[in-house]
Each structure stands twice: as C-alpha cells, then as structure tokens.
C-alpha cells in the first residue's frame, strides 16, 4: 500500500472541508430555533413543521417534480435516438448542423436559452405554464442525455447487433433485445441527469414560466434574495438528504453489480 | 423509412425549439423596441417586406454607446479569467491528492467529488450567503479569533461572486485534471528524479506538462458557463458586480427591453464561439491522441 505524504493528506483535506463545510453549515442552521439564522439559539425543528404548511411551497415542490418527471422521460427517449443517429446513423443530409445542435446546448448561457425560447413561445402564442417548461427541459436535457448515451455506444461491440439480424431479429428487436440491455446503465444515467437537471434549473424554467406555474427553485430564488431564510434551510436539508441518499444507493448498487459481473467473467473463464 | 424517421424526430425537434428560437433572437436583436405585445416591431405579421427594411444594427450601436454594456462584458471576461485561475488553484491540489490515494478510496474520493455536482446548484450559492453576511459564521470565526475588529464585507462584493464560482464549479476543474493523473505513469515522475531532478522539479517538468489536457479541459469547463453566470453575481455580488447575465436578465425582466436584451445574447454568444472553438479543438487533439 501507498503512503500518502502530508502534502497530499493535507490537500485533500482542505479540499473536502471546502466543498462540504458550507453545506453542513447550511443544514445545522437549519435546526436553530431562533429566527436570525446567524445566531444560535437552541434545537427545534419547528422551520420543518412550518415548511410543510407553506402551501405555496408544496405547490411549486409538486410542479418540480412533475416537470422533471415527464421532461427527463422525454429527453431519455429523444435523447437515446439522438445519440443512436450520432453513432449509427452513418452518413445523412445535414449531419454536422445535427451534432452542432446537439453540441451547442451544452455550453450555451442559460440566461440565452430561457430568453430564446421565452421568444419562441410568445412568438407562435403558446401560453406559458407547465406545458413551456417541459418543453424547454426536454430540449436541453435531452443533449446531456444524447453525450452520455454516444458514449455508451461507441465502445459497444456492434457484432453482437450484427448477429441478432444474422439470426433473423428485425432491427427493432436487436435493438430491444439486444442493445438497450447493454447500454441500459447509460439510459438509467441519462435519465438522472436530465431529472437533476430539470429540478435543479432556475433560469429557463424563470423565461419559460407563466404566472399559472412555478417551480421550486423559482421560489426558492424569489425568497432568498431578501436574505437567510431558515425555512429555505429547512427546505435545502431536505433536499440535499434524498440527493446524498440517492447517490449513495446508486453508487453502492452499481459496485455490487460490478462485483457480480466480475464473479460472473472468473466462473466463466473456469467453465472453459 | 424507420432510418428517416428515427432521423427525423429529434432533428425537428432541435431545430423547432433549439435553432428556430435562436433565429427569432437575431431577428428581436435588429428590430425596436415598440409600445405594443410583443414589445417590439416589426413583427412577423406585417410581412416579409417591412421585415427587411425595418431591421436594422440600432440596438449593436446603442450597445456601443453606452458604456454601461462594454464594462459588463469586460468585467465577465475579467471575473470568469480570474475564477477560472483561482479554481485550478484549488482543484489541482485535490486532483493531485486523489490520484496519489490509495486505490480502496478512490471510489468514495470520486463520490464525494461528484456528490455536490448533483445537489442544487442554487442551494450550495445560497449556503454562502449565511457564511459570507456581515453578521455570517466566517465574521464571527474572525471576530472571535481576533483577527479583525470590524466584520468584512464580503457578502454582495466581487470577492463573494469568486469565492460562489469556484465554490459551485470544483468539480469540473477537479474530474478532468484528476482524469489526466490517474492516466499518468508514476514510474516517469520517478525516473525524473533517478535521473537528478528534485521533486519539484519533477513536479514541473513531468507531472504539469503530462496533466495539460486535463488542466486546459478544466479551465475551459469552468470559463465558458461563468462567462454567461446569472445566479451566482445575482446572489453573492452586489450592485458594483457587473456580469452580463446578469445584464441581459435586467434588461429583459426590468427594463422590458427586448431588443436591446436580444442583442445582448448575441453578443455574448459572438463571445464565446471562440473559448468554445478552442475547447472544442482541445478535446479533438486529446482524442486523437489516444487512438
């Protein structure tokens, strides 16, 4: 085993209790019983009780997650199709305006995207409200979902498809039967991004929403620009234990199936 | 026919809602801005004719004028140059250290990396405005301490926006550069210093040069979206920090400018097709490399 110096020890250290101190700050403060968020005055956790009164806030949270929900299902789809015209599609017209379109949203400003599509909707007289915000979540998740998707698929033995067809399947079901299963671990992750995504944006979903629909964050950015809210704290705790839980779990779940898969690879090599 | 159709679904979808929006933003961006829903003119209705000889470059020329906007691009290019350097600062330390860990935690380092990543955005920018506040846990550390005898002000100053940037974007700067050590061979770093070069000098002329890719990617990942950050300079800077996200929201949201808010975006755009070009070019070349 290594040993690590002290320089490397100390780094990562530093390093972690800068990216992790802010937040534990964030949920300890959210148990303080006083109203001034920076003075300490005794645990309580009356912010959680008042949070799940605050209709508006359970309102904007419901929003949220049906948003994430249906635009993350939708990005997956247009997003995988995307990735297999990228990777499979071989050569068609309009090819590079394609991978640009697919390219471009990810580094685009927010704030150009939200105004962009704002433009769009008023232009054609669509009626901001939750409909809009899908569309403009499905739009550029559906890009992320695509990079990780092509990425899946370009390391992908494509004799395998070849054989499906070899062996009589139509394309579709080679596809089915074959490929999904494959690069399902990329779909399911595609999926996650674009759901964190969705949940997560305060801008577009901010030019593409009405009056009728607001989402969290919208919310969430609306009160803490007058200040600390230990409501908001209360309410980000929250949100980052089913963030932490969610990735923990994933994590562990995806080491264990690496740990079968490679059982799996060592009985079959004692099988030969 | 199954080929074109699966062709065909999300490109009319990216060119409905990703292309034509930004065709109807340049369009905004040479038209004027009018009393009327929408608040511009002229509009598509009144024909293709009066399209063309209404539009025009006002709005660019207006941008030129007022030094309001000039400064606000500047200043992005200015704090995103600075938070990008600052950012590699911090994250090369810590990418160094997890590719120099022992194997059985690299797992849970790069979790604990990616985990941020995956929470709000919004709420880790908001974690700083009870620490950074004049009253905030980091005055009271520095109070108590005896360090200084008045509270900083941070909170609502540039300082505050660095401190957001390199804060939310870490883990873009750490993954590529940690990506690129995990890549390097240790036996090079060793053979450097065989051959008599201290460990530093190791450190400069073997590790930095072989960990460029890693670090121009990261630099890159950091820079373009701070360019065009809204959030963080709306939350953590004061009215002193121009950025223009910030700009560009304003002048949509308060000024119902539409036209001048549509030539901002493009702009800004204009701005970043080089950074992007350059990204771009960059991760060519590493590909290429490793084929």
């Not at chain 1, 494509?158 to 499906?164: D, G, I, K, N, V």
């Not at chain 1, 990329?186 to 009405?210: H, K, M, N, Q, R």
């Not at chain 2, 590719?99 to 790069?110: F, G, V």
């Not at chain 2, 993954?175 to 240790?186: E, T, V």
Request: proline letters at 4%; charged letters at 15%.
């Amino acid at each position: 085993m290594k040993r690590m110096s002290w320089f490397n020890v100390t780094s990562l250290t530093l390093g972690f209790a800068f990216l992790y101190l802010p937040m534990v700050v964030l949920v300890i403060y959210s148990f303080n019983s006083s109203k001034l968020v920076t003075v300490w005055a005794g645990f309580s956790t009356k912010w959680y009780g008042e949070l799940f009164q605050n209709e508006a806030f359970l309102d904007a949270a419901w929003v949220t997650i049906k948003v994430a929900v249906v635009s993350s299902t939708f990005a997956t789809v247009l997003g995988t199709m995307a990735a297999y015209v990228l990777v499979r599609g071989g050569r068609f017209m309009g090819r590079t305006l394609f991978s640009g379109m697919i390219y471009a949203p990810l580094v685009m400003p927010e704030v150009i995207t939200g105004l962009s599509l704002l433009l769009l909707f008023i232009g054609i007289g669509l009626d901001r409200g939750v409909l809009t915000i899908v569309l403009a979540h499905t739009t550029f998740s559906m890009c992320y979902v695509s990079v990780v998707v092509s990425s899946r698929l370009v390391s992908f033995d494509r004799s395998l498809e070849e054989a499906a067809l070899d062996l009589g399947s139509t394309p579709w079901e080679a596809f089915r039967l074959v490929t999904l299963p494959i690069i399902a671990p990329a779909v399911i992750s595609g999926w996650l991004l674009a759901f964190t995504l969705s949940l997560d944006d305060l801008v577009i979903a901010s030019f593409t929403s009405g009056p009728s629909a607001t989402t969290l964050p919208i919310k969430i950015f609306s009160a803490v620009r007058l200040g600390v809210s230990p409501e908001i704290n209360a309410l980000s705790t929250i949100m980052i234990l089913i963030v932490t839980v969610g990735v923990v779990t994933a994590s562990l779940v995806s080491k264990q199936s690496a740990i079968r898969a490679q059982k799996d690879a060592r009985a079959a090599e004692r099988a030969d | 026919m199954r080929r074109t159709a699966l062709i065909a679904v999300p490109y009319l979808w990216l060119m409905v809602l990703f292309l034509a929006p930004f065709l109807i933003v340049l369009k905004i961006s040479l038209s004027d801005a009018a009393l009327a829903i929408p608040p511009y003119t002229p509009t598509f209705k009144d024909g293709i004719g009066a399209l063309i000889r209404e539009l025009d470059f006002e709005n660019f020329v207006f941008l030129t004028e007022d030094d309001l906007y000039w400064k606000a691009y500047l200043s992005s290019f200015r704090i995103a140059f600075i938070s990008t350097v600052l950012t590699l600062l911090v994250g090369y330390p810590i990418a160094y250290g997890m590719a120099k860990a022992p194997d059985e935690w690299r797992a849970t380092l790069m979790m604990l990396v990616i985990l941020p990543f995956w929470t709000s955005f919004l709420i880790r920018v908001y974690a700083w405005m009870g620490i950074l506040s004049n009253e905030g846990l980091l005055n009271q550390l520095l109070l108590w301490l005896g360090l200084t005898s008045e509270p900083l002000v941070i909170l609502n100053t540039t300082t505050a926006v660095y401190i957001g940037i390199v804060y939310t974007y870490l883990p873009f700067m750490i993954l590529p550069i940690y990506a690129a050590l995990d890549r390097l061979d240790a036996s090079l770093d060793e053979a450097a210093q065989d051959l008599g070069c201290t460990r530093m000098q190791a450190f400069w002329l073997v590790t930095i040069p072989l960990s460029k890719n890693g670090i121009v990617a990261g630099s890159f990942l950091v820079f373009i979206p701070a360019l065009g950050e809204f959030v963080i300079p709306s939350l953590l800077g004061g009215s002193g920090t121009l950025m223009i996200g910030k700009v560009l929201w304003e002048e949509f949201f308060n000024n119902r400018d539409w036209p001048v808010a549509s030539a901002v975006a493009v702009i800004l755009l204009l701005l970043l097709i080089i950074p992007i070009v350059l990204f771009q070019r960059n991760q060519q070349k590493q590909q290429e490399a490793e084929q």
